[in-house]
């Protein structure tokens, strides 16, 4: 391969500057060669008149009209041949039609026929003049009338130029084809399949860019699973000094400073078990249990575990149940999470919970009438760790892991979670799942 064709295909700009290059060409080429065969056309227009018109011109078509001339016998003879015949006299000018294409009085002489007859010629064209008993007879070919042929050479060519740009759409757009292959991959590391890799052999600047990409996808997937592993570890290497401290408590003779000592440890034994919980519903390849549930049975009898001295829970479930196939510990976790930020921030007043379901889809309404939510705070409030106003305690505020535990468990059985809420009137969560999780985060 010569140094300019490998230059071109590491080139993205020099093989676009070449495809819009060519096209320009083919557009001219193809307008010059439609002019051409159009001329063409028109030049073919007048045929040449036959040698034996011309060798009989005077006998079989003067004699005819005569002279004085029978104007009807031309008319005629005019119409037959598909002819102009034009007379002159200084009596008279008389015409077969209204064509006035050619100048015959200013015709030059090209050559004699006899005595009386000679040819002229205009631009090319032969004119027959004939000069007898005072008359002079003009007669040359008709302009013929060949626009059906014109109309072709013109959607031939339209019809050219119109494949030209349609290869040339097809060149660029399989030029650019990586751009779409890396707008797919990108959307697919977005939505946390960081396994994903575009593939493309291509060695330009888009090459280059999709190698980037892969490396980018490479260093994130490591750095997120360095990270999840460092947590795990130490998540799990705090469970055996508080577990320790646990049995240490027990061992105390102040009752009021044990209970609050224990009661702390517990919080962060709950915190390390979220934390837990949430690394594994993140890892993409994580495994829901799922089994067949009666829906509207499992969660009331979820919110009647349910132990609250200071909200009432007020549940409405399905007229007629129906299955859903759920990981029945981890929805029985979202429920108990949003059930506990209704009574958390409820300010006591009644909680509704509601089931319903349609189109395959399976509706899980928790409705509190608290606090409720600033609007700047809606969209960050499932993230973890965030808390909505900093300034509460973590016995009223909690660690901020519980809606963020409840989006990922919505999200590992195929759904969703949506917040509404309006401070001083209360949150409305909205949880929907599909009747069965997707394939891969499922098991039997």
């Not at 979220?274 to 499992?298: G, I, K, Q």
Request: hydrophobic share 40%.
């Amino acid at each position: 391969m010569t140094p300019l064709l490998t230059h071109v295909k590491r080139s993205l700009f020099l093989r676009l500057l070449l495809i819009f290059g060519v096209t320009i060409v083919l557009i001219f080429a193809i307008i010059y060669i439609s002019l051409q065969q159009l001329n063409q056309i028109n030049s073919n227009q007048i045929i040449e008149i036959p040698d034996y018109f011309v060798r009989n011109f005077e006998t079989i078509i003067i004699d005819d009209i005569g002279t004085p001339p029978d104007l009807e016998v031309a008319a005629l003879l005019a119409q037959d041949l598909e002819w102009t015949i034009r007379i002159e006299h200084p009596d008279m000018v008389w015409r077969s039609d209204n064509d006035y294409r050619l100048p015959v009085e200013l015709a030059e002489y090209s050559r004699t026929l006899s005595s009386d007859a000679e040819i002229r010629t205009w631009n090319g064209e032969d004119i027959m003049v004939v000069e007898r008993n005072g008359y002079r007879f003009y007669m040359h070919q008709r302009f013929l009338d060949n626009t059906d042929f014109n109309y072709v050479v013109l959607y031939f060519g339209l019809g050219i130029a119109a494949i030209v740009l349609f290869l040339n759409y097809f060149s660029i757009s399989r030029l650019l084809s990586p751009v779409r292959l890396l707008k797919e991959g990108a959307e697919r590391i977005q939505r946390g399949d960081l396994g994903y890799r575009v593939s493309t052999d291509r060695q330009d600047e888009l090459g280059e860019l999709t190698a980037s990409v892969n490396h980018m996808a490479d260093s994130l997937q490591s750095m997120l699973e360095a990270k999840r592993q460092l947590l795990l570890a130490i998540s799990h290497e705090l469970r055996t000094p508080i577990t320790r401290a646990k049995l240490q408590l027990e061992f105390m003779d102040d009752e009021k400073n044990r209970d609050a000592l224990l009661d702390d440890i517990n919080e962060i034994d709950l915190l390390i078990s979220d934390l837990l919980e949430a690394e594994r519903l993140n890892n993409t390849h994580s495994v829901l249990v799922t089994e067949e549930v009666d829906l509207s049975a499992f969660i009331e009898s979820v919110v009647e575990s349910f132990n609250s001295d200071s909200s009432e829970i007020r549940f409405t479930g399905l007229e007629r149940d129906e299955e859903v196939v759920i990981d029945r510990l981890r929805i029985r976790l979202l429920i108990t999470n949003l059930l506990n930020n209704g009574v958390r921030h409820g300010r006591g007043k009644p909680i509704d919970v509601k089931v319903s379901f349609a189109n395959e889809q399976a509706t899980i309404e928790v409705i509190d009438q608290g606090e409720g939510i600033a609007e700047e705070h809606l969209a960050d409030i499932t993230e973890p760790f965030y808390r909505a106003d900093n300034s509460r305690q973590r016995n009223t505020g909690g660690f901020g892991l519980g809606l963020y535990l409840c989006k990922l468990i919505a999200e590992a059985h195929g759904g969703n979670i949506h917040i509404a809420s309006e401070v001083d009137k209360g949150t409305h969560i909205t949880v929907t799942i599909p009747r069965e999780p997707p394939e891969f985060k499922t098991t039997n």
